[in-house]
């Protein structure tokens, strides 16, 4: 189930009276780039549950048996270098080792400019945060529903925005029937030019 051109997670963290956290999203990739589907890795990385990027070796999305996850998106910007260090490894680099959120946040810093313009969401048990590389920063997120697409986190991009009013109702009546947040991601509306956001490509592939 796609939605074109664009990767998208809608976040609910500590939002749910039965689960921690929830991520919603898809992943936007060319049809060619092979991948393995969600699997245990093998080791030393047999701690966690990931698909698997074949090309580069990363991942997208991953959880780890320790009740930590992560997930990571580009940040579109035309002019930005695309060359460096995949950034499918800072999902296998976190989920494979023992550090915190905050602590991998916290020994990343140094090294984020090593990778082309990232968005990367890093839970544990306890914390959620966001670190981004375009531009540099790092935020815990507060406990509530967050949107994080190819542009900075919460920004209120038109799809982006659709998933996370979505996922707010669904966590607020407790539902917990995935059917609605499937039929969300599954939405084909397209949001007016006016609404669209201003990242530096063509209006059809914005």
């Known amino acids: 189930m796609t939605i074109g051109g664009m990767c998208l997670v809608a976040l609910a ?4 009276p039965r689960w921690r956290l929830l991520l919603v999203g898809n992943r936007d990739e060319f049809h060619e780039r092979p991948t393995a589907a969600l699997a245990s890795w093998a080791a030393p990385a047999d701690n966690m549950l990931a698909g698997r990027d074949l090309r580069s070796g990363g991942s997208w ?3 780890g048996r320790d009740g930590r996850a992560a997930v990571v998106t580009n940040v579109r910007d035309p002019l930005a270098t695309a060359s460096g260090r995949s950034r499918g490894h800072l999902i296998a ?12 946040g916290n020994a990343l810093a140094g090294a984020a400019h090593e990778f082309p313009p990232f968005n990367l969401l890093l839970c544990d048990a306890d914390r959620c945060e966001h670190l ?3 531009p540099p920063l790092a935020r815990r997120l507060a406990a509530g529903i967050h949107g994080m697409s190819n542009g900075p986190l919460d920004a209120p991009w038109p ?3 659709a998933l996370t009013r979505v996922l707010h109702r669904w966590c607020a009546s407790g539902e917990e029937d ?6 969300a991601l599954g939405n ?17 592939t914005e």
Not at 13 to 16: F, G, I, Q, V
Not at 189 to 204: C, E, H, R, S, Y
């Open 13 to 16: 963290w500590k939002a749910h």
């Open 61 to 63: 999305v991953g959880l």
């Open 93 to 104: 680099d976190y989920l494979s080792g023992s550090l915190s959120a905050t602590a991998y």
């Open 132 to 134: 981004s590389n375009h």
């Open 159 to 161: 799809k982006t925005a």
């Open 178 to 183: 995935l059917q609605p947040l499937w039929a």
């Open 188 to 204: 084909p509306a397209i949001a007016p030019d006016a609404a669209l956001p201003q990242t530096g490509v063509d209006l059809p």
